[in-house]
Structures are given as structure tokens and as C-alpha cells.
């Protein structure tokens, strides 16, 4: 069973850099795409950042230009780097691992969150 521990969120004030960590039980970013999402209260959760694994990045146009994904497959652990955070980059991130196998069956895996909360 693969585990996915986020860390690093917090308190931060608008125009502030926080740096989220994703660490993985065993290795698997080299054959996962791993993707951080974001929920607001009562929303649904939404898209931050896709690393593949071959490392093609891609972000909505929410973040594009302020948050960076990265992936340290020696230290099982991908990284977002948010720069330049907003009031409203405020909520519980999440860290999540996917994968399609040959048959087209989904196998992935969530983290628990941290919350990133962006206020002065």
C-alpha cells in the first residue's frame, strides 16, 4: 500500500512563498503522474499542477507563473513551490499519484492535505 504525506502548508501573508512536500512510502514517481490539488470550502477539489512521469509539467492559468512542480525520485517526493500567493490560493492541498495500467484500469493514491492559508 502506498502512502502519500503532505507537508509544509500554513499561514502566510499575500505576496508570500510556501513549499509543499509530497513524500511516497516507496518509489513510484518514476511510473506515476503525480498532481497537487486544491479545495476550497465547499467546492470541489481542483487542479494545481501534473507532473508526468517523464517530467512534462502543466498548470491552469489560476497558478501558471507562481506555482512550480517538482520531483526528487531519489527522496521519493514531489515538491510545489507557490510564490506570490493570493487570498484566494487559500485552502487544503492535496497531493495525488495516478496511473493507468494496460488495460485501462486507474490506480491511485491521496494524501491527507495540508492547509495553506494566505492572509495578512
Known amino acids: 500500500q502506498v502512502q502519500l504525506v503532505e507537508s509544509g502548508g500554513g499561514l502566510v501573508q499575500p505576496g508570500g512563498s510556501l513549499r509543499l512536500s509530497c513524500a511516497a512510502s516507496?518509489?513510484?514517481?518514476?511510473?506515476?503522474?503525480v498532481s497537487w490539488y486544491r479545495q476550497h470550502p465547499g467546492k470541489q477539489r481542483e487542479l494545481v499542477a501534473t507532473i508526468t512521469s517523464g517530467g512534462v509539467t502543466n498548470y491552469p492559468d489560476s497558478v501558471k507563473g507562481r506555482f512550480t512542480i517538482s520531483r526528487d525520485n531519489a527522496r521519493n517526493t514531489v515538491y510545489l513551490q507557490m510564490n506570490s500567493l493570493k487570498p484566494e490560493d487559500t485552502a487544503g492541498y492535496y497531493c495525488?499519484?495516478?496511473?493507468?495500467?494496460?488495460?485501462?484500469?486507474?490506480?491511485?493514491?491521496w494524501g491527507q492535505g495540508t492547509q495553506v492559508t494566505v492572509s495578512s
Open positions: 516507496v518509489s513510484i514517481f518514476s511510473i506515476y503522474t
Open positions: 495525488n499519484a495516478a496511473r493507468y495500467s494496460n488495460r485501462g484500469e486507474r490506480f491511485e493514491y
